[in-house]
DNA sequence: GCATATTCTTTCAAAAACAATCAAAAAACA
DNA sequence: TGTTTTTTGATTGTTTTTGAAAGAATATGC
């Protein structure tokens, strides 16, 4: 049995039984442990597995177990369900600022119909946008690679020359006392510049995010408003301080 | 058995098991190793299937169909081996700019190794550029969604801030009389600017460009080196004008 | 927590497959 | 027919793959 062969059967016996051990694989390919082990480690490498004492398992991002997958599905439709909520913002003839990330992503397609124009600083964003044939400008400046998002120097003096009806903005943590929270301080500067060329603030954020403090402050809690979902959390003491929209999934 | 014959087997087989060793091909053939060895190179070289230790497998992901794409891969083996030329001008340390279209893009691939600048309006390239590791800056302003390219006056002025060693540009048509010319004005607009701007000016063309004219000019015949192949074609006409390099293929 | 049993990693040598070369055979050509 | 070119198969030394073995690491059972 030839390399490539092998290693596509392993691949599927791992794919269908979720898992598979080093014997069994001895047993279907008729090759050594050796071999079987040298192939498990070139398949992780390759990202295809994982690897596991005494053999290998499906890679956690194909099918995890139903408790963590449900989760992951879960979030998403929580996302989507605020995304929608806050397109209802947006009118015809807006220009509006798409922050990078998740959540915001997922407002692609309910901006689809509106006669607006978009600027983002999302490459992922970029893509949705324009296959909606929405009226899209791209902030300029340095592409940073891990989040896909646009930042740097460049991106805030390219930013000055907009002004915007609405913006939509991710978040990292929430708190009463440091406000909106993100890790990457480069795609801080970017939201705090954004924030004041807007004349409506929208931060988007999931059940998730309340209590949480990440590296850098970009706004005060009462500088935007928030929009979330229903959880069964009350959220009466941000009320309070900042006008928050809750819809009920 | 005849060359195309053995060559016709082979290939059946191997898309018949996915997969075929070299001795299953002797037993079959009745040719000796080397020959299947010398088979094999060749068929792969003809992206017929993918050699691998012991003998053949077909190529991931491989639909054949033989006439009509025929063409249409000739032409990406064409631009290929015109990007792998114009990316060996590219040396560590450069600011280089590659424009949007489907021939700069397949220099991506070629750039990877390198410790450069890269600056691009193509939306594509972007993505490609980001996955490949190479420190990469967009062009701010409109995203045409036809053809994913940057444009539009907040581009022109987002140019300004940036000086190449070189730029690599694609184009639709070449004559002696029209020089460069492109589809689209707005296009054409941030490649002539952006020719100010390099010190070094390559237009990336295949053989189906020379003796075309499109809607408008971007630059003259001479203010730009060209890189090409060998296609039959002599292009003495153009070498007495302009820098012309052509790779053979 | 300890002893036992698997499994893992590393190393090494044998086996298989490989690329390169060359001369014979076959085919093409004149 | 004789010459040239191309194709083929055998041979060589080299590289890659493989399986086995020994000691280290990890898991398991009590």
Known sequence: MLTPE?????????????????????????????????????LERQGHLRRVHGGASIKQSAADEPAMKDKQTKL?????????????????????????????????PFLKQKDIIVVTNGLDHLLALTDHGIRTYVLGGLVKSRTGAVVGAGALQNL?????DNCFMGVNGITLEDGFTTPDPEEAAIKQRTLQLSRERFILADHT?????????FADIHEADIITNDNGTTYMDYAE?????????
């Open 6 to 42: 092998r290693h596509e059967r392993i691949l599927e016996i791992v794919k269908n039984n979720q898992t598979a051990s080093i014997k069994q694989l001895v047993d279907v390919t008729q090759a050594s442990e050796s071999t079987i082990r040298r192939d498990l480690d070139e």
């Open 76 to 108: 998403q439709e929580e996302k989507r369900a605020i995304a929608s909520y806050a397109a209802s913002f947006v009118k015809d003839g807006d220009s509006i600022f798409v922050d990078a990330g998740s959540t915001t992503y997922e407002m692609i």
């Open 160 to 164: 000055k020359q907009y002004r915007f």
């Open 209 to 217: 995010k309340f209590g949480e403090t990440s590296f850098t402050q």
């Open 241 to 249: 301080k900042t006008n928050i929209k809750v819809v009920t999934t």
